[in-house]
């Protein structure tokens, strides 16, 4: 990741990471961001999604029930307007 890719794709880059070390990797895109990168992320878990600028929610559910656009916008805007399962999660994550 030192050269400049200008793009990065990560799928579920907190797998398997202890909770402590995910506001590490967060720092890490943000850096990678800051620098002038894109940053594409695949992720279930919510302190990513609440951190990230922009969503694009698959569903409506999983498998042959998903593969639709089901929401795109900030996570704000997921938070405040949105009726998906995902949604509902990051709804509950960010009221704690």
Same mark, same amino acid.
């Given at each position: ?10 799928? =579920?880059? /907190? ?56 929401? /795109? ?12 399962? /995902?949604?509902?999660?990051?709804? =509950?994550?960010?009221?704690?």
């Amino acid at each position: 990741m030192a050269d400049k890719a200008g793009v990065y794709v990560l799928d =579920e880059p /907190t797998t398997g990471l202890h909770l402590a070390d995910a506001d590490q990797l967060l720092a890490l895109l943000d850096r990678l961001v800051e620098a002038g990168n894109t940053v594409v992320v695949i992720e279930h878990h919510q302190a990513v999604m609440a951190h990230a600028d922009w969503l694009i929610d698959l569903g409506p559910g999983a498998g042959h029930d998903g593969g639709r656009v089901v929401f /795109t916008g900030t996570p704000a805007e997921l938070v405040a307007d949105g009726d998906t399962l /995902t949604a509902r999660h990051l709804r =509950e994550y960010v009221v704690r």
